[in-house]
């Protein structure tokens, strides 16, 4: 932490005498890399959510999980935030919970039940568990979802810059096809679009967002219910991968702010990494 | 007699545009199949309030007894699809017990992979629509899936263009009477707030007078 926390400045100004307070150490080497960003990493520490339809209980590929609870707006607008004793409705969010388990075997995960509870106000039920996540601070949200509503994108946006200034990094999926859909296109997420290559590892920084990154999506063997698996293909299951991946980063530094950890993944990125 | 006639000029605008509806319907999922190359097509038209899915559309023959069931939103593949206006491409859904049972009740069919799309318009969501069975290919393609998006637009335009011209020729009915009535609906439509609320009421006493009540 910086000294910033110590005694706050005025708003939005640095007085003269105040510099000398806020210096920060530089948490990034000469050369990042693959291995100074994430080799030995495992995601002990790190604390994921997965913001979806609910994960499995005593999965295989899931294994523990850490919390879980269903999250819900009532008529009146009311959030409701309760213990989620049904586990998983589809299979999409045990799908997710899988992916990221493969990937940081000792992050601890967390289930934000948003879907599956009825079709009307599922908006709202994203926004609030979305907001329930950011107060939770947990250290990586993997949102394999997005709202087409354009009543909830300046809400949603303000949220994801309160994650981001928060430290919580949040991983957001591309939509699959060509519409209007948020959160994903805003800069303060990490946004994530699909290859077709078989590596989990392999993933590819965008030179021309709003799709930020691309990492593995296409025929991927993913957690599903009933305890089994099956083969999938979409956006939603490329952004459990890089939400992995930055379990694997935050756990091994766990200093980096969300700004930080995407220049790390944009520059242990594979196109920029082997071609320079 | 003229209330029947008038009566009958709303009901019939209705009833051929809902024929209209189904024949769209069924050309865009027996053309899914096609395009794909799958065994069986179908769409489901979301039905908010109830918080239902309907099949509305079953490409093939032998399978249109299907057209009508319901399903809940809140469960299952289609459902996941239109709550998060995304599409799923999954394959070896055999082994998902769940959902292997639920679709066999339903459908007494249980696909080894499916593709379901939401129908999108703009930020509504219409439906879903299903591929089952595409060819066994090594790998999925995510030219595919882009095929899969793109047609999934041209299929919602069309569900939308029908809504929007199945509400106009009601409304437009070429019956004098049945044009004042619509004439009357977007008077009212145009109302908010405390006049709205007193043109409901005057509605309201118009028809107990007229009914004789």
């Known amino acids: ?276 | 007699m003229a209330d029947d006639r008038l009566r009958a000029a709303v009901a019939a605008g209705l009833l051929g545009s809902e024929q209209e509806f189904a024949r769209l319907l069924r050309s865009i999922v027996e053309v899914a199949r096609a395009i794909f190359g799958a065994k069986a097509s179908s769409i489901f038209l979301l039905e908010e309030e109830a918080n239902e899915l309907v099949f509305a559309a079953v490409a093939g023959e032998e399978e249109q007894f299907l057209v009508g069931r319901r399903m809940s939103a809140s469960s299952g593949i289609a459902g996941w699809v239109a709550s998060a206006r995304t599409p799923l491409v999954l394959e070896d859904v055999q082994s998902d017990p769940r959902f292997a049972r639920d679709v066999a009740e339903d459908t007494g069919y249980v696909p080894r992979g499916l593709m379901a799309v939401p129908l999108l318009e703009e930020e509504r969501v219409l439906g879903v629509l299903q591929v089952l069975d595409r060819p066994e290919r090594a790998r999925f393609s995510l030219q595919e899936m882009e095929l899969l998006g793109l047609f999934a637009s041209q299929a919602a335009i069309a569900l939308s263009l029908l809504g929007t011209a199945r509400k106009a020729r009601a409304a437009l009915a070429d019956d004098g009477q049945a044009s004042l009535v619509a004439q009357l609906a977007a008077a009212l439509d145009r109302l908010e707030g405390r006049r709205r609320q007193g043109a409901e009421a005057l509605l309201e006493g118009l028809v107990t007078v007229l009914a004789g009540r």
């Open chain 1, 1 to 276: 932490m910086s000294a910033l926390a110590e005694e706050p400045l005025p708003a939005w100004s640095l007085p003269r005498e105040a510099a000398a307070r806020i210096r920060i150490a530089n948490p990034l080497p000469e050369r990042v890399d693959r291995e100074w960003a994430l080799g030995g990493a495992t995601g002990d520490g790190v604390r994921v959510c997965i913001l979806d339809s609910g994960i499995e209980r005593g999965h295989p590929l899931v294994g523990d999980i850490a919390g879980a609870v269903a999250v819900s707006v009532d008529e009146d607008g009311k959030t409701i935030v309760e213990p989620d004793e049904e586990g998983d409705r589809c299979g999409h969010g045990t799908a997710c919970a899988g992916i990221v388990r493969a990937l940081a075997p000792a992050a601890e995960l967390h289930s934000v039940r948003v879907l599956g509870a009825g079709f009307t106000g599922s908006g709202e039920a994203l926004l609030a568990g979305l907001r329930w996540a950011v107060e939770q601070g947990f250290d990586v949200v993997n949102m394999s979802l997005s709202t087409t509503k354009r009543q909830f994108a300046e809400l949603l946006h303000e949220l994801t810059d309160k994650a981001y200034f928060n430290g919580t990094v949040l991983v957001a999926s591309a939509h699959n096809m060509p519409v209007e859909s948020y959160p994903w296109r805003f800069s303060s997420v990490v946004s994530v679009g699909s290859h077709e290559e078989e590596d989990p590892l392999r993933y590819y920084a965008n030179p021309t967002p709003p799709v930020e990154f691309f990492a593995r999506g296409v025929d991927v063997d993913v957690a599903w219910v009933g305890g089994g698996s099956i083969r999938a293909t979409g956006n939603s299951f490329a952004t459990p991968h890089i939400s992995g991946i930055s379990a694997l980063i935050r756990s091994k530094h766990p200093a980096l702010t969300p700004f930080q950890l995407k220049t790390v993944l944009h520059l242990t990125s594979t196109n920029v990494q082997d071609d320079g």
